[in-house]
């Protein structure tokens, strides 16, 4: 994938769209709900995580691993494809400093004079408008972390909680607190924090291999500038065909500081602003730019980028499997849970009437996003339910524990030699939706020997 004089600052414009979309869904998402099920929602307050529409409570655990699995096969997918791609192009730290850095403060306040020059000192005095700096991205960072809130306290509750802080002092802490920090960052902390701070920048050598896309200095064509020793020779090369000509629009335009003709380094973030700066210049001179977006091997063969390789494929084939696993389980999943335990009490027994009762605590939990009434049957048709008497209702989420005492007055088994578990299979269900909410557990009726009830 070599840059052409014809895609000249195109990477800029494609990472600007990219950051309106970005910004844009990461917005809406919070507010995309079917009735009270939102597509993507960790709520701490009502113990329930949604995700596509569908409601988990806190318990069904089994979703959890097909979504490590596509967080972290999709972090070494990515990675191994595009390298830092992520960073440069949808991570909202990059996307915040764009914006204050290049919109905010250069193309709106005239604080620096270019965008292309990011080693440029911002204009000295300028009071008014460095505080109207500020206070535009004070602004813009209580949005964001009202935005990040919205993840876990879905806007129409967050409305409402906002107007009553007083007996919110959670979210009010972690508003401003988010807050805080993101001005922290943005105006001081700057690149500093993908450098630094960002775990991700430090793991993600280990993911690339010699096919990653990254930002890549054409030495055979620019001409050596650093030894291997990483020292500078000369930043413009003195060879009869080197083409590089020293101009450094490419150091000048670097957010994090760094000489891209130095070969990979741990601070690239791969915004490519480089690669467009090198285009321009080269565009002058109708020569193809000397730094672009392609892999080592696709430089040293003269190739185009490998991009299915067997490392790539395998994590594609993984993250599809996983996909397909969180969806199944997002449409088959159970709208209603029960388990049953058996309690500490054996079996009684009424020797007038020959009957035998067992006890069990049942555990019910309304996991849809509607109230129901349940109640329950047991297979075995000569055991009868005693208790409860009455149908369970259940708030949307809510749980109960049920004493359910089972009964027979039927001889079940006559067996002298010890008491025998009788299986049975408990069918509980929705009273108001038999047909799609309900499940079925195994349990065991321990019926005593006969002598016991002959006694
Ligand atoms: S070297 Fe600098 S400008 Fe070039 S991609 Fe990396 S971070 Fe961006
Ligand atoms: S912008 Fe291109 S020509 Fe100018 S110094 Fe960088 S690599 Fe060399």
């Given at each position: 994938m070599s840059s052409t004089p014809q895609n000249k600052g195109s990477y800029t414009k494609k990472r600007y769209l990219l950051f309106v979309i970005v910004t844009f869904v990461i917005f809406i998402i919070p507010f995309m709900k079917i009735d009270e099920r939102h597509l993507l929602l960790l709520s701490f307050e009502k113990k329930q995580f949604h995700l596509f529409f569908t409601i988990f409570d806190m318990q069904e655990l089994s979703i959890i691993t097909p979504l490590l699995i596509l967080l972290f096969v999709g972090v070494f997918f990515i990675t191994a494809l595009g390298g830092r791609v992520w960073c440069g192009w949808a991570c909202?730290?990059?996307i915040f400093r764009v914006l204050f850095r290049d919109f905010i403060q250069t193309k709106l306040l005239k604080l620096y004079k270019t965008v292309k020059n990011k080693r440029e000192h911002i204009q000295k005095g300028a009071y008014f408008r460095k505080f109207v700096a500020v206070a535009i991205w004070v602004c813009l960072s209580l949005v964001a972390a009202s935005n990040f809130m919205w993840y876990f306290v879905p806007p129409e509750d967050f409305f409402v909680y906002v107007q009553d802080l007083e007996n919110h002092k959670v979210l009010m802490t972690f508003i401003i607190g988010i807050t805080t920090f993101l001005v922290y960052d943005i105006i001081f902390l700057k690149?500093?924090?993908?450098?630094?701070?960002?775990?991700?920048?430090?793991?993600?050598?280990v993911m690339f291999d010699e096919d990653t896309v990254q930002t890549i200095y054409n030495d055979k064509r620019g001409g050596v500038i650093y030894d291997k020793d990483g020292n500078l020779i000369s930043s413009k090369p003195k060879g009869e065909n080197d083409e590089c000509i020293g101009c450094e629009a490419c150091v000048k335009i670097c957010p994090t500081h760094i000489d891209i003709r130095k070969g990979m380094q741990l601070e690239c973030i791969n915004c490519l602003e480089c690669a467009d700066a090198c285009t321009e210049i080269m565009d002058k001179l109708s020569k193809e730019t000397l730094?672009?977006?392609t892999s080592p091997n696709a430089i040293l063969n003269n190739t185009k980028v490998?991009?299915?390789?067997f490392?790539?494929?395998g994590y594609g084939v993984v993250l599809v499997i996983a996909l397909c696993i969180l969806l199944y389980r997002s449409f088959t999943k159970e709208?209603?849970?029960l388990n049953i335990h058996t309690t500490t009490q054996s079996y009684a027994i009424?020797?007038?009437?020959?009957?035998?009762?067992?006890f069990y605590v049942f555990l019910f939990r309304n996991t849809d996003s509607k109230d129901h009434t349940y109640y329950f049957e047991v297979s075995n048709p000569d055991i009868t339910i005693k208790k409860p008497e009455k149908h369970i209702f259940l708030k949307a989420g809510q749980q109960t524990k049920e004493i359910v005492i089972l009964h027979t007055d039927k001889i079940l088994v006559e067996n002298n030699s010890g008491t025998t578990p009788i299986p049975i299979t408990i069918k509980a269900y929705a009273i108001d939706n038999k047909e799609e909410i309900h499940t079925s557990k195994k349990a065991v009726f321990p019926y005593p020997r006969i002598?016991?009830?002959?006694?």
């Open positions: 909202p730290q990059t690149e500093n924090f993908c450098t630094y701070v960002c775990p991700y920048a430090r793991i993600q050598s730094v672009s977006w490998k991009f299915a390789r490392r790539t494929i709208h209603m849970v009424s020797k007038d009437t020959k009957s035998v009762e067992n002598s016991e009830l002959a006694k």
